[in-house]
């Protein structure tokens, strides 16, 4: 049918609804601010906005702990708000995907207010409750019912009395795991997106959903330098998963007229696991979000950075790049607001700000996938010089420097200096739309403060100007609004080897684009060349043969 898998050829841009446009003058951002910039993403030519959650929520985890699903927190706007903005979006040809956060609730959901009320209650067994260790009295330290941690910070159990047990959280306390073995609560949530699909939105962004089958024994897991245990192996991509997705597909969106975009996130996935959940023919998603190639970084956990080996990306983008070419379909991103900024990571947001930001972008966009842009990507916004743990807001944060300095030991300096390599506020500062003092985002304190560098990186000294990172943006866009090749062409990766120049092609019915790229500070040698240029980021050096300038990006098309 006409229209259908649209996502295939589409670009998605990524709104954090708290950060990108305050219209009320609170500091913080809302349904009508991003309203009032849907012009401006058209412009850049993105077909679909991800919108991270708007629900009702007490805002622990930046509303990721959703406390009614089936409302708009006033913080954001209203249910009229929402409808207005798909209305909007579909005026202009583009599409909305909602975040769908269904692996835990808030402790504020009226679910769990019941459920924790006591054994008796009607949600009694909504969630992940279980005894203290045998022996052991509840609500000591060392009764838990494992040895798990939470993702952000301390044990995943918390004691409720008025029950006797204790309650799984893999995140906060705040947010308490859902318990999907129980057909009442996979219906409700189903029941939920129904609702959500018939009001027009196009498809959801599942958040940590290949955590939601628990292997049910919870055996205790590895012990991490923090004491607590490392439960990943016993819940992600779990027993049932692949099952209660196939349920989900076949009770939310078989049978609806419209295709929908359906990306899970889906930390630690294999990509035979993305083959499976993505094969075009018997699969349960559009797509997923993996994060191998966000953690070749990282040497043991997250708050250990060390420097990325070229090599080793290339590798790990050709191995999804391959494993999901015959039937599967891979997302493609960078950057999202639990991610530091990519020209700060792995560019040079010094000396090569510009060239560095296009360069990245450019070997992403022309992968085969769907590519997604965070929020002032596409601007070059880069990490943020915290000097002071009190300028951070987010729980994992915050929390991590709780425990590392207070509990561990840990030099403050030596802390901070990690959460300002990896931090997910990073992220999450104000989308720079102005050199105004609030960035053009708000007129009052902005909950979060602004980037300092908003006064020279921003979204008007950038959009009209040929020369920005904006206008590249916008080009790779078009180039695959424009090309078959783009979204369908093979994938092929060249110079594996090669430490600083990234290369591939794609290919489809005769035609091959060529992608080079030197990801390094250095000049450095290279004669891959096809017959046209068709896109550059450096266009003064385009004349320039056998040699790429420092960050030079050129993509070639033969026919
Ligand atoms: O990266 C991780 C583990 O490999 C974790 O930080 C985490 O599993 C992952 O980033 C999940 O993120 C999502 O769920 C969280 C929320 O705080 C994030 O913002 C969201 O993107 C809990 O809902």
Redesign the pocket.
Known sequence: QPGREWWRSAVVYQVYPRSFQDSDGDGIGDIPGIVSRLDYLHDLGVDVIWLSPVYRSPHD?NG?DISDYEDIDPTFGSLADIDELIAQLHARGMKLVMDL?VN?TSDEHAWFVDSRSGRDAEHADWYMWRDPRPGAVGGRPGAEPNNWGS?FSGSAWEWEPARGQYYLHL?SRK?PDLNWENPVVRRAVYDMMNRWLDRGVDGFRM??INFISKDLALPDGEVLPTGFGDGMPFFRSGPRLQEFLAEMKAEVFDGREQDYLTVG?M??ATPELAARLTDSRTGQLSMIFQ?EHVGLDQIGGKWNVGELDLRDLKRSFARWQEALAEHGWNSLYWNN??QPRIVSRWGNDREHWYASATALATVLHLQRGTPYVYQGEELGMTNVPFDDIGALRDIESINHYATAVDLLGHEPEDVLAALRAMGRDNARTPMQWTAEPGAGFTSATPWIGVNPNHERVNAAAQVGDPGSVWAHYRRLIALRHEDPVVVQGDFRMLLPDDPAVFAYTREAEGTRLLVVANLSDDTVECDLAGDRLVLTNLPEHAGVGGRLAPWEARIYRST
């Open positions: 985890d990721y956060v835990h993702f995140f947010q958040d940590v996130e930390p630690d994060f607001h639990d």
